[in-house]
């Protein structure tokens, strides 16, 4: 096997009994960056020398008998995240030359935990879009077939992922930009609750809705990320004081009677045949775990997508206002098509006389649509829903046709808009494509997310597959 | 035609940090872009973070203006462009400000007079401008230090009839922020900023004329009269002429005394206000209320109210002893000395109010001292002094003449021999009146 397909709990077990070196496990990666990326383009900056420097440095203190949770592991990042010193794009021509001065807490903590960075991972710009396809440094292809999307916004995390280009990946996900895919890349995708994960140092999309997640090949391995990045930041003011258990801990204690919930707008609702019926055979898995399926309603999830197209670029406007030309060298020009849309959206909802009518009624749908989860949850463990009601499609499909493009967000956006956590698992292929299905809690149910996930995951091991190249 | 006239003041606060960030508050002066970091110049993904105590001292300006704290309060954004704006928005508050409906008694010509507070919110300062030549080019340069500076709006209602009564009002204002302890107030230094808004209408109609106009640009003290006096003549003017002046924006030009257009009502923002996602609302309590309210210094009308029964002092000398707090502490700390060497508080009062200590450089101790002389030289008999002065001046005749040339330093001499001769410790100045006298 490649040390660079190794899972993070493999890899980091491998460095600790001295099987390899970090040195060896990086340069794995590079070597399969070099080899393939020319045509997945997963990566906008590769930090070729960094990450040598930064795996010899994780060797002597592997040597020394430090055993930092995430100590020798190349992981790719988002270009979203603000790394001090290196070129932070943001997957947009507007910060084509911004290099931070300080580091997301972020990475400032998988840093601390000693991992390796390998590079800023491809995007839709700014986060903007659910097929990569928004990147202003070409669209990043599908490492299970080439010519179609790997889901987005981010894009370039799940397919360096998928292709063995890394061994973890951070991403976030604002109305599926993680989920969607992990979906398709048959990755697990994990959207911690809003505020588990400290926002400081990531280019804000639409601040009311951005979580910090991240990407690995099994639920373990991403529990074991989220023990590293989760908990209060004193500069994040939205990062409540909740303790952060272990969340590897209780990953293997099963779920005989738990109660899932499996919630009847999200069936009934123009999926693919094909993916109705595999999530027909998702559902019996669980039954053969002994939890018990129950229909559940979340009335509201039909003015989801509604909703979230009025808060986004209301937020969004806001957010991209400081790219004013004046910092950063290129100016307002430089937006992509996508950005200028939901600046002109979100200016719109917010003017005086139309703020009422838009973002006001929009603030009052969210909080209804919270209100169904809370209702639910009060009969029920968890949810299991589907990631997309399609297939991954072809690239170019959906780009002329934005309205298209923000439904593919269905299923995932109101999570965002409710603020709980979700987990995204892989669950089988349809046609040579992954399709992922999504595990749902109440806020701060992480734990819980991670014990249905791995019992799911263990029985089906649909994570074992892997692209061809 | 009546003045109808509503204020904006901003005032900056003094804390140790900014609004958002921990840098430093303290700007002015400072080398410019010294105290800044990636929340302060807006960097990607940076996030505000509120200033407690900020939030503190906004609230007690809004008690000590007698307004109601509301239990439920949020920040927002206001979405504008300039360049000393880094994050094309400003975090301010729009619908739920921290302090609302407060008054502020002011004495106009002997006369009460209540001014109301419509609300009091807090915000976050600008970076600055400059302006200026670079290798012969012109430039605008942006200074971010007093970015994030904490910012406190009072805004008033339009209670106003002209520019004496702002005046004392500011004053007012000046004077409670100063005894909180939270500003520095300073005009000339764009510590308290003043935007009157101002309009006309027939004197008797109750209802408010159909524009106003807002001034900004008043730096000092001293324009504030002169900026809403040259404003009110100049709408009466268009007013007389049969017109309607123009809703819009001006600014005072100092040199030349007058306002000038700067923005009409057409090119107005709209700010698009809406809750600032990056901050929870601040739930507040009544307990955190009351405990603000009893770490509030005294203010100045309980002050004066309490000098006049705590010392038996007329309202007049109350008045000039609380004017300012560091004073009003003075006289106290002297009158603590002063009632162990039989001192009254009203010796102390007229020594401090007629003799213009001052209180920067004399102790209080060293000034209850100088009266203690004083007094005792009053106890011996002015007759016997007269004798004793005349005796040494007969005795010291070449001293008496250096002093009719000119010589200043010759009646030191002779006030030395003088206080020698008659043994005890006796006030210098009364001594040199009467030998002025004499000599004459």
Redesign the interface.
Known sequence: MNLNSLTLKEAKKGLLSKDFSSVELTKACLGQIEKYDKEINSYITVCNEEALKQAELSDSKIKDGDDSPLLGIPIAVKD???TKGIR?T?ASKV?EN?I???D?TAIAKIKNAGAVILGKANCDAWAHGSSGENSDFGPTKNPWNKNCVPGGSSSGSAASLASDMCIASTGTDTGGSIRLPASFCNIVGLKPTYGRVS??????M???LDSIGHFTRTVEDNAMFLNVTAGKD?????TPYIAVPDYAKGIKNGIENLKIGVPKEYINSGMDPVLSDLFQNVLTEFESLGANIINVSLPHTEYAIACYYIIQP??V??N???Y?G??YGNDRSYFGKEAKRRIILG?YT???GY?DAY?KKAMQVRTLIKKDFEDAFKNIDAIVAPVSPTLPWKLGEKVNDPLKMYLSDIFTVTANLAGIPGLSVPAGLVDGLPVGIQILGPQFSEEMLYRVGYAFEQKTKHYKEKPKL | MEPVIGLEIHVELKTKSKMFCSCSADYFGHEPNTHCC?VCI?????????NKTAIDWCIMIGLALNCKIPLFSKFD?K?Y?Y?DL????QISQYDQPFCIKGDVEIKIDDKDKSIGITRVHMEEDTGKLIHSTVNGKEVSL?DFNRSGVPLVEIVTDPDFKNAKEVKVFLQRLQQIVRYLGVSNADMEKGDMRLEPNISLRIKGEKSLPKYKVEVKNINSFKFVEKAINYEIERQKEILESGQTPEQETRGFNEQKGKTVSQRSKEEAH?Y???PE????PIKLTDLEIDALKDNMPELPDAKLERFKKEYLLSAYDSEILTREKSTADYFEEAVKIGKDHNISPKQIANTIINKKVDIVNVLPAELVKTIVAGTQTTQIDKKELEEIIKKVLAENPKAVEDYKNGKENAIMFLIGNIIRRIGKRINPNQLKEIIIRLIK
């Open positions: 979203l995240y603000s932070t943001a910060l911004y931070p001065q300080y997301a926002r400081y140092g990531i280019v804000a639409a601040s009311s004193v500069f994040d003011a939205t209301a937020e406007s806001s991209l206002a400081r004013d004046i910092r200016t917010l003017s005086a703020y973002y | 990636p807006g960097l990607p993904g940076a996030l505000p973070v509120p954004r979405n462009f360049p880094p994050k094309g928005y942006v709209d698009r206000y809406f996602p990056d901050i929870p």
